[in-house]
């Protein structure tokens, strides 16, 4: 692949606009140095950005991210999209609220008339007010456990574990959480745990910064403790239980719709941004990354098909602009 000088332009100018560069950090660096720029050129803060040229170009990589450009998805099989299945954290969102791209987009999902769910490590608490106030037809919660929408005008509240189950998990719950704050230094709950119904979460990235090494040592804490662990974005969440984003997916589709989701997941888009929406990338065929998902290129072991030009918002909007193209045409 041969590269342009304004593609190195584009490159370097990653390394302003993520500030979680982690292994990517030397590459960008070098880059920035080819370019004899640096990272603080007014030049690079201008210009844009494909995620995938950055490992491309970066010459560490042996391998180039199974994951196409999302440009190149088929606008017929966008055509034949049934359903939106969503992220929240980083894909929707910036620094926590909703980007005004997105919410946009999720109001001309809702003009074409497609179903669309949000599928989110966030807690019950935390997504109650959102489910009232955004156009979607639910949130699913805490990676699978619980969905929130909205029924003849009234919020409904449903778990995907029955009471017992969820007051016999509660204490063991906050057992493992004050182990792990105990055990790993720096280690604290993330601040939205209030919220929290049916799963723990550590803050990594929110509010507090932890090394990689101790987000691990949180999972091991969590797995040797007999949870499910995942790691979004933000938090290091742990719970009880076999649900996760994907069944929560599942359950949420035959609830509203009564439709099974696996019959008809050829035709069902989701877009993620990190290594806890891996199971839903392998999960579904037109599965897209927006742009940030990169900054999990070390961590992915399973990659969406295609990967958005857009950062966060930026890119769910991307995609939605693609289906609304494809369903104006006669
Ligand atoms: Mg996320």
């Given at each position: ?99 005004p791209e997105a919410l946009a987009a999720l109001h001309r ?208 909007a991307?995609?939605v ?10």
């Open positions: 692949m041969q590269l342009t000088h304004e593609d190195f332009v584009r490159v370097s100018a990653v390394a302003d606009e993520i500030p979680s560069l982690g292994p990517w950090r030397p590459v960008i660096a070098d880059l920035a140095t080819l370019l004899g720029t640096g990272a603080d050129s007014s030049a690079a803060r201008r210009a844009r950005v494909h995620p995938q040229d950055a490992l491309i170009a970066s010459g560490r990589t042996s391998r180039t991210p199974p994951v196409q450009p999302f440009a190149l998805c088929p606008p017929e099989r966008l055509a034949r999209c049934r359903g939106v299945l969503t992220d929240i954290d980083d894909t929707l969102t910036e620094h926590g609220v909703l980007m999902l809702r003009e074409l008339g497609l179903p669309t769910i949000a599928i989110t490590g966030r807690p019950m608490g935390w997504s109650e007010p959102f489910a009232r106030a955004w156009p979607v037809d639910a949130i699913v919660a805490e990676n699978g456990a619980v969905a929130l929408f909205r029924e003849a005008g009234d919020l409904c509240i449903e778990y995907a574990q029955d009471d017992a189950t969820r007051r016999a998990n509660a204490q063991r719950l906050q057992e493992v959480l004050a182990r792990i704050v105990h055990e790993v230094p720096g280690a604290s709950a993330a601040r939205d745990s209030a919220g929290r119904v049916t799963d723990i979460a550590i803050d990594h990235s929110e509010f507090v910064h932890l090394p990689g090494a101790a987000i691990e040592r949180v999972v091991a804490l969590m797995r040797s403790e007999g949870m499910e662990a995942t790691v979004s974005s933000i938090h290091v969440n742990g719970w009880f239980g076999t649900h996760d984003k994907r069944s929560g997916a599942r359950w949420i589709v035959s609830r509203l719709l009564g439709r099974e989701l696996d019959a008809e997941r050829d035709d069902w888009l989701y877009v993620g941004d990190s290594t806890n929406d891996q199971v839903m990338f392998g999960c579904f065929p037109m599965s897209v990354g927006v742009a940030n998902l990169m900054r999990f290129a070390a961590e992915l072991t399973v990659w969406p098909a295609y990967l958005a030009e857009g950062e966060r918002g930026n890119g769910f991307q995609v602009e693609a289906i609304a193209a494809v369903r104006a045409q006669p």
